[in-house]
T-cell receptor
């Protein structure tokens, strides 16, 4: 069973540019979450999508956005990049949100973004 | 705001020894997760703890949850080098903000 797939794995951008990251969840998983990991702030929740709808959003500026497609694949976009956006962006999928689900997240390998 | 504190943040220990990592959280939650991360790698799910008193064991690792004390522990028995990694606990904060992670415990096990 294939895991969570994220592309690209590594990318370098310059300040002011924008970036789009892609995530394909585990087959059958309909919920996708995104997290940012940095040495200083640790792991921080960005947003969660289910059935093409954003369910929750973390405390990030509007430059961070995302979407989910009908096949559950998700993308996140960061516009007007800043140096502080350099991070590992992790996508996670889960089977189903709600009481019937354990809430266990399965993470992809991440997309490592460097902003110069 | 939910806060999750792990301690210690750094632990160097010898093979064969036992040790415990602690995870405290600030608000009521019945769902707690432990993850492992190797350098340059993603997060691997270790344990899902869904109720007060839950105890899970896998090999040399055992996790427990006390929701009344808002405390989870990850106990390592007879540590081996392969367990060297960073361990994170994460708490579900009621559905509003995804998972809140602790800062991680960087564990080094020396022969």
């Amino acid at each position: 069973k294939a895991g969570v797939t994220q592309t690209p794995r590594y990318l370098i951008k310059t300040r002011g540019q924008q970036v789009t990251l892609s995530c394909s969840p585990i087959s059958g998983h309909r919920s996708v979450s995104w997290y940012q990991q940095t040495p200083g702030q640790g792991l921080q929740f960005l947003f969660e999508y289910f059935s093409e709808t954003q369910r929750n959003k973390g405390n990030f500026p509007g430059r961070f956005s995302g979407r989910q497609f009908s096949n559950s694949r998700s993308e996140m976009n960061v516009s007007t990049l800043e140096l502080g956006d350099s991070a590992l962006y992790l996508c996670a999928s889960s089977l189903w949100p709600g009481l019937a689900d354990t809430g266990e997240l399965f993470f992809g390998e991440g997309s490592r973004l460097t902003v110069l | 705001e939910l806060k999750v504190e792990q301690n210690p943040l750094f632990l160097s220990m010898q093979e064969g020894k036992n040790y415990t990592i602690y995870c405290n959280y600030s608000t009521t939650s019945d769902r707690l997760y432990w993850y492992r991360q190797d350098p340059g790698k993603s997060l691997e799910s270790l344990f899902v703890l869904l109720s007060n008193g839950a105890v899970k064991q896998e090999g040399r690792l055992m996790a427990s949850l006390d929701t009344k004390a808002r405390l989870s522990t990850l106990h390592i028995t007879a540590a081996v080098h392969d367990l060297s990694a960073t361990y994170f606990c994460a708490v579900e904060g009621g559905g509003a903000d995804g998972l809140t992670f602790g800062k991680g415990t960087h564990l080094i096990i020396q022969p």
